[in-house]
Protein backbone atom coordinates (compact mmCIF):
# COMPACT_ATOMS: atom_id res chain seq x y z
CA UNK A 1 0.00 0.00 0.00
CA UNK A 2 1.34 3.58 -1.08
CA UNK A 3 -0.75 6.84 -0.38
CA UNK A 4 0.56 10.02 -1.98
CA UNK A 5 -0.27 13.49 -0.84
CA UNK A 6 -0.42 16.04 -4.17
CA UNK A 7 3.33 15.87 -4.13
CA UNK A 8 4.10 12.44 -4.77
CA UNK A 9 5.36 11.89 -0.96
CA UNK A 10 4.39 8.77 0.53
CA UNK A 11 2.96 8.40 3.93
CA UNK A 12 5.59 6.18 5.19
CA UNK A 13 7.39 7.70 8.77
CA UNK A 14 5.24 8.28 12.29
CA UNK A 15 6.47 10.34 14.67
CA UNK A 16 4.53 9.06 17.73
CA UNK A 17 5.11 11.49 20.73
CA UNK A 18 4.21 9.50 24.18
CA UNK A 19 3.99 12.37 26.38
CA UNK A 20 4.54 16.17 26.55
CA UNK A 21 6.59 16.10 29.61
CA UNK A 22 10.15 16.25 29.68
CA UNK A 23 12.97 16.23 32.28
CA UNK A 24 15.27 18.67 30.49
CA UNK A 25 14.45 22.53 29.95
CA UNK A 26 16.57 22.70 26.42
CA UNK A 27 16.73 26.57 26.08
CA UNK A 28 16.46 25.53 21.86
CA UNK A 29 13.04 23.93 23.25
CA UNK A 30 11.46 25.10 26.40
CA UNK A 31 13.12 28.28 27.21
CA UNK A 32 10.38 29.51 29.59
CA UNK A 33 9.36 29.07 32.95
CA UNK A 34 5.82 27.33 32.75
CA UNK A 35 4.17 25.84 30.11
CA UNK A 36 0.37 24.42 29.46
CA UNK A 37 0.01 20.44 29.50
CA UNK A 38 -1.87 18.80 27.70
CA UNK A 39 -4.91 17.83 30.00
CA UNK A 40 -4.11 13.57 31.36
CA UNK A 41 -7.22 12.07 30.33
CA UNK A 42 -6.76 13.44 26.64
CA UNK A 43 -3.19 11.20 26.58
CA UNK A 44 -3.50 8.01 24.82
CA UNK A 45 -4.01 5.07 26.45
CA UNK A 46 -1.43 2.18 25.22
CA UNK A 47 -4.28 0.21 23.61
CA UNK A 48 -5.34 3.20 21.74
CA UNK A 49 -2.07 4.11 20.47
CA UNK A 50 -1.70 0.66 19.59
CA UNK A 51 -5.29 0.59 17.45
CA UNK A 52 -4.11 4.18 15.62
CA UNK A 53 -0.88 2.66 14.60
CA UNK A 54 -2.58 -0.24 12.95
CA UNK A 55 -5.02 2.12 10.98
CA UNK A 56 -1.72 3.73 9.77
CA UNK A 57 0.32 0.67 8.93
CA UNK A 58 -2.69 -0.12 7.02
CA UNK A 59 -2.61 2.88 4.38
CA UNK A 60 1.53 2.36 4.27
CA UNK A 61 3.35 3.36 7.32
CA UNK A 62 5.96 1.15 7.96
CA UNK A 63 8.23 3.43 10.43
CA UNK A 64 7.32 4.82 13.81
CA UNK A 65 9.86 6.34 16.00
CA UNK A 66 8.57 6.98 19.72
CA UNK A 67 9.74 10.71 20.66
CA UNK A 68 8.32 13.14 23.63
CA UNK A 69 8.45 15.13 25.53
CA UNK A 70 11.05 12.76 26.97
CA UNK A 71 9.58 9.72 25.71
CA UNK A 72 11.22 7.88 28.77
CA UNK A 73 9.15 9.61 31.11
CA UNK A 74 5.74 7.32 29.66
CA UNK A 75 5.66 4.97 32.56
CA UNK A 76 6.30 1.61 31.24
CA UNK A 77 7.20 2.52 28.16
CA UNK A 78 8.52 -0.76 27.06
CA UNK A 79 5.05 -2.63 27.21
CA UNK A 80 3.85 -0.18 24.47
CA UNK A 81 7.45 -1.26 22.95
CA UNK A 82 6.29 -4.85 22.91
CA UNK A 83 3.31 -4.04 21.58
CA UNK A 84 4.41 -2.04 18.62
CA UNK A 85 7.56 -4.76 17.67
CA UNK A 86 4.68 -7.57 17.48
CA UNK A 87 3.53 -5.73 14.29
CA UNK A 88 4.86 -7.42 11.53
CA UNK A 89 4.12 -4.29 9.23
CA UNK A 90 6.50 -2.28 10.96
CA UNK A 91 9.45 -2.28 9.22
CA UNK A 92 11.64 -0.22 11.87
CA UNK A 93 10.81 0.92 15.54
CA UNK A 94 12.84 3.83 16.59
CA UNK A 95 13.35 5.74 19.57
CA UNK A 96 14.57 9.41 20.02
CA UNK A 97 15.50 10.23 24.10
CA UNK A 98 17.46 12.81 25.99
CA UNK A 99 19.45 9.78 27.32
CA UNK A 100 18.67 10.77 30.75
CA UNK A 101 16.71 7.61 32.14
CA UNK A 102 18.29 5.46 29.15
CA UNK A 103 21.00 3.81 31.76
CA UNK A 104 17.90 2.54 33.61
CA UNK A 105 15.86 1.35 30.34
CA UNK A 106 17.96 0.01 27.89
CA UNK A 107 18.27 -3.11 28.48
CA UNK A 108 14.36 -3.40 28.98
CA UNK A 109 13.56 -1.90 26.02
CA UNK A 110 15.87 -3.78 24.13
CA UNK A 111 14.28 -7.06 25.50
CA UNK A 112 11.06 -5.53 24.75
CA UNK A 113 12.06 -5.40 20.57
CA UNK A 114 12.78 -1.91 20.09
CA UNK A 115 14.93 -1.52 17.32
CA UNK A 116 16.81 1.50 16.92
CA UNK A 117 17.52 4.42 19.79
CA UNK A 118 18.74 8.24 19.01
CA UNK A 119 19.96 10.29 22.14
CA UNK A 120 20.16 13.78 21.50
CA UNK A 121 23.66 15.05 22.82
CA UNK A 122 24.34 18.89 22.30
CA UNK A 123 27.40 19.04 24.90
CA UNK A 124 30.55 17.17 26.44
CA UNK A 125 30.93 19.77 28.95
CA UNK A 126 28.81 19.11 32.29
CA UNK A 127 28.38 23.24 32.85
CA UNK A 128 27.31 23.74 29.45
CA UNK A 129 24.74 21.29 29.39
CA UNK A 130 23.43 22.99 32.86
CA UNK A 131 23.58 26.29 31.21
CA UNK A 132 21.58 24.43 27.98
CA UNK A 133 19.25 22.48 29.64
CA UNK A 134 18.54 24.29 33.10
CA UNK A 135 19.55 20.92 34.78
CA UNK A 136 22.75 18.60 36.23
CA UNK A 137 22.16 15.63 34.60
CA UNK A 138 24.82 15.35 31.83
CA UNK A 139 26.57 12.44 33.49
CA UNK A 140 23.57 10.84 33.31
CA UNK A 141 23.17 11.30 29.55
CA UNK A 142 26.70 9.73 29.15
CA UNK A 143 25.81 6.77 30.91
CA UNK A 144 22.57 6.08 29.26
CA UNK A 145 24.64 6.25 25.84
CA UNK A 146 27.11 3.89 27.51
CA UNK A 147 23.97 1.52 27.82
CA UNK A 148 22.36 1.80 24.82
CA UNK A 149 25.94 0.28 23.36
CA UNK A 150 26.35 -2.10 26.11
CA UNK A 151 22.81 -3.91 25.67
CA UNK A 152 23.63 -4.07 22.11
CA UNK A 153 21.44 -1.54 19.79
CA UNK A 154 22.89 -1.11 16.65
CA UNK A 155 23.50 1.71 14.44
CA UNK A 156 23.17 4.14 17.74
CA UNK A 157 22.66 7.77 16.57
CA UNK A 158 23.61 10.97 18.37
CA UNK A 159 21.80 14.08 17.36
CA UNK A 160 23.41 17.60 17.95
CA UNK A 161 21.39 20.90 17.91
CA UNK A 162 24.37 23.33 16.37
CA UNK A 163 23.90 26.69 17.86
CA UNK A 164 26.30 29.46 17.43
CA UNK A 165 28.33 30.66 20.06
CA UNK A 166 26.52 27.91 22.70
CA UNK A 167 28.40 24.78 20.82
CA UNK A 168 30.00 25.14 17.59
CA UNK A 169 33.16 25.12 19.58
CA UNK A 170 32.64 21.27 19.95
CA UNK A 171 32.16 20.11 16.54
CA UNK A 172 35.54 18.49 16.66
CA UNK A 173 35.15 16.90 19.85
CA UNK A 174 31.46 15.79 19.36
CA UNK A 175 32.78 13.55 16.18
CA UNK A 176 35.94 12.05 18.52
CA UNK A 177 32.85 11.44 21.05
CA UNK A 178 30.68 9.60 18.62
CA UNK A 179 33.89 7.34 17.03
CA UNK A 180 34.51 6.25 20.40
CA UNK A 181 31.18 5.84 21.23
CA UNK A 182 30.29 4.11 18.85
CA UNK A 183 27.48 6.49 17.34
CA UNK A 184 27.13 8.09 14.13
CA UNK A 185 26.58 11.67 15.16
CA UNK A 186 24.06 14.13 13.07
CA UNK A 187 24.38 18.05 13.11
CA UNK A 188 20.87 19.68 13.00
CA UNK A 189 20.85 23.20 12.19
CA UNK A 190 18.81 25.24 14.93
CA UNK A 191 15.03 25.32 13.74
CA UNK A 192 12.94 28.56 14.00
CA UNK A 193 10.02 25.64 15.17
CA UNK A 194 7.51 26.08 17.98
CA UNK A 195 8.79 26.20 21.07
CA UNK A 196 12.03 27.74 20.02
CA UNK A 197 11.25 31.34 21.54
CA UNK A 198 14.67 32.84 21.38
CA UNK A 199 15.50 31.54 18.31
CA UNK A 200 17.35 33.96 15.68
CA UNK A 201 18.96 33.31 12.22
CA UNK A 202 22.26 35.19 13.23
CA UNK A 203 22.45 31.74 15.55
CA UNK A 204 22.00 29.12 13.44
CA UNK A 205 25.29 27.63 12.09
CA UNK A 206 24.58 26.03 8.47
CA UNK A 207 25.70 23.18 6.78
CA UNK A 208 28.68 24.55 5.25
CA UNK A 209 30.09 26.06 7.87
CA UNK A 210 30.13 22.88 9.98
CA UNK A 211 31.44 21.18 6.87
CA UNK A 212 33.84 23.88 6.52
CA UNK A 213 35.27 23.56 10.31
CA UNK A 214 35.51 19.97 9.64
CA UNK A 215 37.34 19.87 6.38
CA UNK A 216 39.79 22.47 8.29
CA UNK A 217 40.29 19.71 10.78
CA UNK A 218 40.15 16.13 8.68
CA UNK A 219 41.23 17.23 5.13
CA UNK A 220 38.64 16.26 2.49
CA UNK A 221 35.23 15.05 3.05
CA UNK A 222 33.18 12.79 1.00
CA UNK A 223 29.82 13.38 0.65
CA UNK A 224 27.75 9.88 0.48
CA UNK A 225 25.62 9.27 -2.33
CA UNK A 226 22.11 7.64 -1.53
CA UNK A 227 18.17 7.58 -2.71
CA UNK A 228 17.15 7.89 0.79
CA UNK A 229 14.23 9.62 2.64
CA UNK A 230 15.76 10.91 5.90
CA UNK A 231 15.96 14.23 6.88
CA UNK A 232 20.31 13.31 7.31
CA UNK A 233 23.04 14.01 4.48
CA UNK A 234 25.62 12.06 5.46
CA UNK A 235 28.92 12.01 4.90
CA UNK A 236 32.45 10.33 5.41
CA UNK A 237 35.93 11.22 6.76
CA UNK A 238 39.65 10.19 5.07
CA UNK A 239 39.42 7.27 7.87
CA UNK A 240 36.04 6.04 7.11
CA UNK A 241 33.95 8.13 9.96
CA UNK A 242 30.41 8.66 8.92
CA UNK A 243 28.51 11.66 10.42
CA UNK A 244 25.35 13.54 8.83
CA UNK A 245 23.96 16.95 8.81
CA UNK A 246 20.35 17.93 8.97
CA UNK A 247 20.09 20.93 6.99
CA UNK A 248 16.31 21.56 7.83
CA UNK A 249 16.59 25.76 7.95
CA UNK A 250 19.06 26.53 5.29
CA UNK A 251 18.17 23.56 2.87
CA UNK A 252 15.28 21.90 3.41
CA UNK A 253 14.13 18.63 2.49
CA UNK A 254 10.25 18.60 2.19
CA UNK A 255 10.41 17.50 -0.98
CA UNK A 256 10.98 14.49 -0.06
CA UNK A 257 9.26 14.88 3.40
CA UNK A 258 7.28 11.47 4.02
CA UNK A 259 6.76 11.94 8.20
CA UNK A 260 3.83 13.06 10.13
CA UNK A 261 3.51 12.97 13.10
CA UNK A 262 1.02 12.27 16.04
CA UNK A 263 0.90 13.98 19.67
CA UNK A 264 0.34 11.75 22.95
CA UNK A 265 -3.32 13.51 23.04
CA UNK A 266 -3.98 11.96 19.63
CA UNK A 267 -3.78 15.16 17.38
CA UNK A 268 -1.99 14.22 13.56
CA UNK A 269 0.13 16.70 11.85
CA UNK A 270 1.38 16.36 8.39
CA UNK A 271 4.30 18.82 8.63
CA UNK A 272 6.27 20.14 11.69
CA UNK A 273 5.44 23.55 10.78
CA UNK A 274 1.56 23.23 10.55
CA UNK A 275 -0.73 25.23 12.47
CA UNK A 276 -3.21 22.62 12.35
CA UNK A 277 -3.79 19.12 13.20
CA UNK A 278 -6.34 16.28 12.51
CA UNK A 279 -8.15 15.11 15.65
CA UNK A 280 -7.92 11.37 15.91
CA UNK A 281 -8.28 10.98 19.58
CA UNK A 282 -12.11 12.49 19.30
CA UNK A 283 -13.39 10.09 16.19
CA UNK A 284 -11.23 7.27 17.89
CA UNK A 285 -13.03 7.65 21.43
CA UNK A 286 -16.60 8.31 19.77
CA UNK A 287 -16.19 4.30 18.03
CA UNK A 288 -14.94 5.78 14.42
CA UNK A 289 -14.21 2.21 12.74
CA UNK A 290 -10.48 1.10 11.42
CA UNK A 291 -12.23 1.87 8.00
CA UNK A 292 -13.91 5.25 9.02
CA UNK A 293 -9.90 6.15 10.12
CA UNK A 294 -8.50 5.35 7.29
CA UNK A 295 -10.58 7.05 5.02
CA UNK A 296 -10.39 10.75 7.45
CA UNK A 297 -6.57 10.04 6.84
CA UNK A 298 -6.53 9.09 3.74
CA UNK A 299 -8.44 12.35 2.60
CA UNK A 300 -6.24 14.89 4.33
CA UNK A 301 -3.14 13.10 3.27
CA UNK A 302 -4.00 13.02 -0.18
CA UNK A 303 -4.73 16.71 0.15
CA UNK A 304 -1.41 17.53 1.69
CA UNK A 305 0.46 20.81 0.11
CA UNK A 306 3.16 21.04 3.31
CA UNK A 307 6.40 22.40 3.12
CA UNK A 308 6.79 24.32 5.71
CA UNK A 309 10.58 24.34 6.21
CA UNK A 310 10.82 26.20 2.61
CA UNK A 311 8.16 28.55 3.21
CA UNK A 312 10.27 29.79 6.22
CA UNK A 313 13.25 29.68 3.70
CA UNK A 314 11.44 32.24 1.66
CA UNK A 315 10.77 34.75 4.11
CA UNK A 316 12.93 37.54 4.39
CA UNK A 317 13.01 38.49 8.24
CA UNK A 318 12.85 35.48 9.90
CA UNK A 319 11.70 35.21 12.85
CA UNK A 320 10.67 32.40 15.80
CA UNK A 321 7.57 30.98 14.55
CA UNK A 322 5.28 31.23 17.87
CA UNK A 323 5.30 33.59 20.48
CA UNK A 324 4.81 32.11 24.09
CA UNK A 325 1.53 33.95 24.20
CA UNK A 326 0.05 31.43 21.13
CA UNK A 327 1.99 28.64 22.62
CA UNK A 328 0.01 28.96 25.68
CA UNK A 329 -2.82 28.81 23.82
CA UNK A 330 -2.28 25.33 22.13
CA UNK A 331 0.41 23.45 23.25
CA UNK A 332 0.37 21.31 20.38
CA UNK A 333 2.09 23.73 18.73
CA UNK A 334 4.82 22.55 20.68
CA UNK A 335 8.29 21.26 19.72
CA UNK A 336 7.79 19.13 22.69
CA UNK A 337 4.78 17.71 22.36
CA UNK A 338 4.73 17.53 18.58
CA UNK A 339 7.91 15.00 18.79
CA UNK A 340 10.39 17.02 16.33
N1 LIG B 1 13.32 14.74 24.43
C1 LIG B 1 13.83 13.92 23.40
C2 LIG B 1 15.16 14.45 22.90
O1 LIG B 1 15.50 15.59 23.21
O2 LIG B 1 15.83 13.70 22.22
C3 LIG B 1 12.87 13.74 22.23
C4 LIG B 1 12.05 14.91 21.82
S1 LIG B 1 12.97 16.30 21.16
C5 LIG B 1 11.69 17.45 20.78
C6 LIG B 1 13.46 15.66 19.56
C7 LIG B 1 14.61 16.37 18.90
O3 LIG B 1 14.22 17.68 18.55
C8 LIG B 1 15.86 16.50 19.76
O4 LIG B 1 16.96 15.92 19.09
C9 LIG B 1 16.03 17.98 19.88
O5 LIG B 1 17.38 18.35 19.94
C10 LIG B 1 15.36 18.49 18.62
N2 LIG B 1 14.98 19.90 18.72
C11 LIG B 1 14.18 20.50 19.62
N3 LIG B 1 14.07 21.82 19.38
C12 LIG B 1 14.84 22.08 18.28
C13 LIG B 1 15.14 23.26 17.53
N4 LIG B 1 14.66 24.44 17.85
N5 LIG B 1 15.95 23.13 16.46
C14 LIG B 1 16.46 21.92 16.10
N6 LIG B 1 16.20 20.78 16.77
C15 LIG B 1 15.41 20.85 17.84
FE1 LIG C 1 15.24 19.10 25.32
FE2 LIG C 1 13.98 17.03 24.10
FE3 LIG C 1 13.09 18.02 26.37
FE4 LIG C 1 12.89 19.47 24.16
S1 LIG C 1 11.85 17.58 24.55
S2 LIG C 1 13.49 20.18 26.22
S3 LIG C 1 14.77 18.87 23.13
S4 LIG C 1 15.06 17.05 26.06
FE1 LIG D 1 8.30 17.72 6.14
FE2 LIG D 1 7.11 19.95 6.94
FE3 LIG D 1 9.58 19.31 7.82
FE4 LIG D 1 9.16 20.11 5.27
S1 LIG D 1 8.87 21.30 7.14
S2 LIG D 1 10.44 18.37 5.95
S3 LIG D 1 7.16 19.18 4.86
S4 LIG D 1 7.68 18.20 8.23
Redesign the pocket.
Known sequence: MRLDDTQGRPLRNLRLSVTDRCNLRCQYCMPEEEYAWLPRQEILHFGEIAALVDVFTGLGVDRVRLTGGEPLLRRELARLVTMLAAKPALRDLALTTNGILLGDQAQTLRDAGLGRVTVSLDTLRPERFTALTRRTTHAQVLEGIGAAVRVGFAGLKLDTVVIRGLNDDELVDLVEFARRAPAELRFIEYMDVGGATRWSMAQVVPRSEILAVLERRYGRIEPIVEDSSA?ADRYRLADGTVFGIIS?TTQ???AR?D??RLTADGTWY?????REGVDLRGPFRAGATPDELRALITGRWQART?????E?LRLRDRAPLLGPGELRADPRLEMHTRGG
Request: proline letters at 11%.
Open positions: PSPFCCRSLCLYADRGAER
